[in-house]
């Protein structure tokens, strides 16, 4: 995002985006593991039921707490989106990963200041994990603080992404390159990759033709963990609705030696 000065999310706020998560949990529980309908977006990407309960869940909780911000959602749109204060809601992200009955899926939330990510938030709502980033705080998982790890060399680097599928034929050759170099490489998981990343499990995560509603909650839980998150450049990401390329990193080390192994040519 472009730099500017990024304010420190209110209390109230923090604590309407927990209590979002709480009460969106047990409408996906309901549906987890079930024969769902499954219908495709514009995109082709897939959509369900409990993708649209959840976010209307949100949505009708952001309208009755603080009525003049705005709302981004992947599944209604947007919402005063024009306003100091947006939220941007990914029910499920993960879609495919929640119907095929696998984990690795979550709910996000971000909270926007004029556009610069104040809070982000991944909730795993089958296993009782939350990941928690705020500007200028630690990212807290389940409360505790996280840091990401110390591996500083790429041949010792677990990289993921959540679908090759996503990259140009240029992008492939050049993460493909890096994957190479890494210790191992992983596909899939999606926001819950974000998480690990966070953990300090996993050191790398790159993605490609991405949505803004996929990658801003995740950025202030990676930043508030001591991570990097930039293009495949090395700049920071512009304000956009896709994201052409994204770059996370456990640590500048190992963000410098990423780099290097994606350059062009």
Not at 208 to 215: A, L, S, T
Request: proline share 6%.
């Amino acid at each position: 995002m472009t730099a500017r000065h990024t304010p420190s999310c209110p209390p109230e706020m923090t604590a309407l985006a927990n209590a979002m998560a709480d009460d969106v949990r047990p409408v996906i529980r309901r549906h987890f593991r079930t024969r769902l309908a499954v219908d495709a977006k514009d995109d082709a990407s897939p959509v369900t039921i409990a993708d649209r309960e959840a976010e209307q869940v949100m949505r009708a909780a952001i309208m009755a707490r603080f009525p003049a911000h705005g709302i981004r959602g992947e599944e209604f749109g947007q919402y005063q989106a024009d306003a100091d204060w947006v939220w941007v809601l990914d029910p499920i992200d993960g879609t495919k990963s929640f119907v095929s009955g696998s984990l690795a899926f979550g709910t996000q939330i971000a909270l926007l200041h004029r556009g610069q990510p104040v809070l982000g938030l991944i909730d795993q709502p089958i296993t009782d994990e939350r990941w928690l980033g705020q500007a200028a705080a630690p990212t807290l998982f389940n409360g505790q603080p996280v840091q990401t790890s110390k591996i500083a060399l790429l041949a010792e680097a677990v990289v993921y992404t959540s679908a090759p599928d996503h990259f140009d034929a240029a992008q492939r050759l050049r993460y493909d390159r890096l994957a190479r170099q890494a210790r191992f490489s992983r596909a899939s998981h999606d926001c819950y990759a974000a998480g690990l990343l966070a953990l300090g499990t996993v050191d790398l995560l790159l993605e490609g033709n991405v949505h803004d509603y996929d990658i801003l909650p995740q950025m202030p839980i990676i930043l508030g963990a001591g991570g990097i998150v930039t293009d495949w450049q090395g700049r920071p990401l512009a304000d956009a609705p896709r994201f052409d390329t994204v770059l996370m990193a456990a640590n500048a080390d190992l963000h410098a030696a990423a780099l290097e192994a994606l350059r062009d040519g």
